[in-house]
């Protein structure tokens, strides 16, 4: 496991997981690695499905990501 302090810039998913480009916190050049699996651990989001971020987008438009089922955006403080 990988952990680090990054934006994801694209996610091309493959046989393997998923080719992640992305830029590291500080620093200005777009990296990429090849992943089995990606975990956002960005926090709590009300609707998942209303967010503007572009890599969360796609895996949610492609069916490769999905709401849990206790359906935390659905729920209220």
Known sequence: MTLMAAKVAGIEPN??????????????????????AIVDCTGIVKDP?????PAVRSLLDRG??????????????
């Open 15 to 36: 046989a393997s997981g998923a080719r992640v480009r992305y830029r590291r916190r500080g620093q200005g050049g777009v990296q990429s690695m090849q992943v089995g």
């Open 49 to 53: 499905l209303a967010s503007a971020n």
């Open 64 to 77: 490769l990501a999905r709401v849990d089922q206790p359906g935390l955006r659905n729920r209220q403080p």
